[in-house]
């Protein structure tokens, strides 16, 4: 069974940082891209970053490029999110997702999900 | 960027009866549309792909069609599992990966 399982979040005031982790279990790590899709509260799903399984290809939203960086390490079956310089508009659900495919317009095939962690920005 | 539209937003429906949910995208979409369920304090549950390809597990009810920038999801008998809010995305043209704003089915 596949399990993501995401940890780290919390309370941070504007300009702080944050580092968010999930482990991956039940499925070949190594083989599969990941995500990062968040959910402000009482909102929609908005994809935050994407990394695919040997690293060499990492992709952002633009509201979050410069400030957030997304990683992996395979032998730890976990990737996470570093989150820099951060701002109120950044509170929300912060979920791992697992994409379908290796490569491709597949890695956004979000078929398997985290329960998610709950980061909050406030002063 | 690829803009998802759903409706309506909210959508009151009776259990036993059909549900169908709209979704429109900006551009030309040729096959790279999915459909996701969320209930409340869960994460999303990815239902369809590829238009109308039903995920692993997924019921029959479940259905996806359309083509071009006009999609619908339909449900063609609700059970009480199924009130939940739904979201359409397009993984098309990426990044990023878009998603509409969510239909909410509600019972009636």
Known sequence: EVQLVESGG????????LR?????????????????????????????ASIIGTSSSIYYADSV???FTISRDNARYSIYLQMDSLRPEDTAVYYCARGKGAVGATIGIFDSWGQGTLVTVSS | EILMTQSPATLSVSPGERATLSCRASRRI????????????????????????????????FSGSGSGTDFTLTISSLQSEDFAVYYCQQYADWPPWTFGQGTKVEVK
Do not use: H, M
């Not at chain 2, 459909?35 to 390809?53: C, E, F, H, N, V």
């Open chain 1, 65 to 67: 490029k410069g400030r």
């Open chain 1, 10 to 17: 919390g309370l941070v005031k504007p300009g702080g940082s």
């Open chain 2, 30 to 61: 040729p096959i790279n549309l999915a459909w996701y369920q969320q209930k409340p304090g869960q994460a999303p549950r990815l239902l369809i792909y590829d238009i109308s390809t039903r995920a692993t597990g997924v019921p029959a009810r």
């Open chain 1, 20 to 48: 968010l982790s999930c482990a991956a279990s039940g499925f070949s790590f190594r083989d599969y891209p990941l995500s990062w899709v968040r959910q402000a509260p009482g909102k929609g799903l908005e994809w935050v």
